[in-house]
Each structure stands twice: as structure tokens, then as C-alpha cells.
């Protein structure tokens, strides 16, 4: 996605980590001891992110497969989602690339022509692609407009308008201001922890664990 600045509607960047809190996944849903510990992981590897200066580029670049990454100070929204799970161990690059091969008519550009063509370079960084793999191997969550659905680790995409669709990652901070869990997400102005929840439509929400763990064939 193209870079797209959010108006501002909260305070100051200094004053919302004065306000941060920790708190924990919702007991509430059932998860074994390892996906607990995969989504705490994940958001612990998110608001790391946020100490990395990364210019917004999202220009095609030929990276290596599989462990590629553009250089580590460019990158979009959907690269903080990548690289969040790298830290992991998990490559979405090979894992959604091994899916796409076994199963192109699953995903957007494949399914809508017949001369589309694999691609290692950029695949795992479109948003569609990983809604749908997400999807097919992970967990499709519900959307709502309650801020308690939306659990540390989990992650949410949004359409911002005019085809441009954004992802990031729920973590375990949360601002007293309103409550809600922060958004770990690069929209332009780099990796940022953000009250971000509700500012755009929400258009998918998933809970991915890593290769093994889907609930699709």
C-alpha cells in the first residue's frame, strides 16, 4: 500500500507512552500454553519494531528466498508483519509462497489470471495475499466493534479507502485514554505503536501460530 498519514485525533506521541500500561491476552479464549506463548511472542516482537527507523518504500525490490527482506531501514505495513514473525522463526515469505503454489486459484492475482506467475520478491508483502493465507492457515476472526475482541497478537487489516488496504499487529500495551490495545503498524512514518483500532474500516482480523498449526487442508 501506498503511504497514507491518519489525521491526528489523539495525543502526542510523548504523552501516549506516558499512559501505557501492560496487560494480557483475554483468558477468556480457549488457547493452548503454545499458542499463548506464540502471541505473546509475536506482540513482544511487534512493539520491538517500533525502535527501528524504516523509511516507507514500497518499491518491487529482488530479495534472496527464503529468509529475504527488503534492506531493513525501507519497508511497508505489511513488512512489519514480516519481519514481527521472523523473529519467531516463522517466514511468512516461504510459507506463503509453498501455499500459493499448491493453491494460486486461493489467492487474488492468480485466481483472476491465467499469466500471473509466482512471485518470492513480493507476494508475501501484499495484503490481500496474507488475508488470505491467514485465512486458509491460521484463524479468521470476528469483526467488531468491540475493543475487548481484539487480543494481543492478534492481527487486523483495514481498508483505508480508494483499494488501499492496511495491516498491523495487536500487542499487549494499551493507552488509559481509551483503553483500547495498540496497533504495532507503518503507515508512513515507520514501525509506530498507535490507538489505531477503530480509525478505519476494519476488514479482516486473524490469529496465525505458524506453519503446522492451520485449520484449512
Not at 503454545?34 to 512493539?47: D, G, P
Not at 488501499?164 to 509506530?192: C, E, F, S, Y
Request: proline share 6%; hydrophobic share 40%.
Amino acid at each position: 500500500m501506498r503511504a497514507v498519514y491518519r489525521r491526528s485525533k489523539y495525543a502526542s506521541g510523548l504523552a501516549l507512552l506516558m499512559s501505557l500500561t501492560w496487560v494480557g491476552a483475554r483468558p477468556a479464549r480457549e488457547q493452548s500454553a503454545s499458542h499463548q506463548a506464540v502471541l505473546q511472542h509475536l506482540s513482544a516482537a511487534a512493539i520491538e519494531r517500533t525502535h527501528h527507523s524504516v523509511r516507507y518504500d514500497p518499491a518491487y525490490v529482488r530479495i534472496p528466498y527464503p529468509g529475504g527482506d527488503v534492506p531493513a531501514d525501507t519497508g511497508v505495513c505489511t513488512d512489519e508483519v514480516i519481519r514481527s514473525y521472523r523473529a519467531l522463526g516463522i517466514d511468512l515469505q516461504k510459507e506463503v509462497h509453498e501455499d500459493l503454489v499448491r493453491n494460486p486459484s486461493a489467492y487474488p492475482l492468480h485466481s483472476h489470471s491465467a499469466t500471473a506467475r509466482p512471485d518470492t520478491n513480493i507476494d508475501h508483502r501484499r495484503v490481500p495475499n496474507l488475508m488470505v493465507f491467514f485465512r486458509r492457515k491460521g484463524e479468521a476472526l470476528p469483526i467488531t466493534l468491540r475493543a475487548e475482541d481484539y487480543a494481543p497478537g492478534e492481527i487486523v487489516v483495514w481498508d483505508l479507502g480508494g483499494g488501499v488496504l492496511h495491516i498491523g499487529i495487536v500487542v499487549d500495551r494499551k493507552t488509559l485514554q481509551t483503553g483500547h490495545n495498540l496497533i504495532v503498524h507503518n503507515i508512513g512514518a515507520g514501525p509506530q505503536m498507535e490507538d489505531v483500532i477503530f480509525d478505519w474500516k476494519i476488514i479482516g482480523h486473524y490469529r496465525y501460530f505458524g506453519p503446522g498449526d492451520g485449520v484449512a487442508p
